[in-house]
């Protein structure tokens, strides 16, 4: 577990870094509206922070805060400073995350697939394929998770069934993918997450595509016009075309060809030429 460093209270902004691969990145609007808070009644909650060798800090949890001091001006910070392992650390974040009542469908689905890659890096015996682990390999690392939910489910009131949906899928979305998503001008929805998650792997980009670009409401719209196969325009006329003409009485027949009796004599003069 990390230790807790008592004696750092409050850092300089300056000092303290931001990794490039954090999981969850900073919304610019819940920033403005963190910023109007800190301005209104104080921060709050102090800033996770991990102490790095030569006195060096990286931020752990509390990415908005953090962004919404810098937005205020504000020079430093409180801060709860912690000491250990690179993944002990970066578990705080995704648990302190996962506790959170506000946190997208989206992002929760990314956090719990980082949560469970955490507990197999801690438990390696337990990763798929090795020697006597992978009968363990459904229940160990799962298990572990299925736990987690259970308290996440208590701290934050979201219902067990939609967690247990999003532990599903977190694993397909990678970072293009999420930026992507994020993007999107709707909110993605566990519906979506799901939707991307049983499609074919082929299909998932383009449908992505047409969500973060506002084509379709919903992803699943989309993989079911990718589903489709593409009929040819001209097959597609002339069946109308040889439906109607079937359907049609001989009176409308007959007028039909007077109204379009010059365009149907050129054509047919193509077609005897064609043919001769």
Known sequence: ?????????????????IRD?????????????????????????????????????????????????????????EVR???????EIRVVEIEANLCRADLSDLDRAIHLAARRREYIAEHPETRQGLAGAS????????????????????????????????AEVGDLLDKVTAERLRSAPRRVFVNDLLALHNAEPEDRPAAVE???????????????????????????????????WSRAPQAARRRFAEIQFEDLEDLLLDIREDRA
């Open 135 to 166: 009968a363990r390999w459904n229940t160990d690392a799962n298990l572990h998770l299925v736990g987690f939910i259970n308290l996440m489910a208590e701290q934050t009131a979201l219902p067990k069934r939609k967690l247990y949906r999003l």
């Open 1 to 17: 577990m990390p230790d807790l460093i008592a004696d750092i209270t409050v850092l300089p902004l300056d000092q303290i870094t």
């Open 21 to 77: 691969d954090r999981i969850r990145p900073a919304d610019p609007l819940a920033v403005e509206v963190i910023a109007e808070s800190i301005e209104r009644i104080g921060l709050l909650q102090p800033l996770t922070i991990r102490r790095l060798p030569k006195q060096r800090y990286e931020l752990v949890d509390g990415g908005h805060r953090y962004e919404a001091l810098r937005l205020l001006g504000r020079a430093e910070a």
């Open 81 to 87: 400073c912690y000491e250990g392992r690179a993944s």
């Open 210 to 244: 047409a969500f973060a670009t506002g084509q379709v409401k919903k992803i699943a719209q989309a993989l079911t016009v990718a589903a489709k196969p593409q009929q040819d325009p001209v097959e597609a006329a002339l069946k109308t075309l040889r439906e109607a």
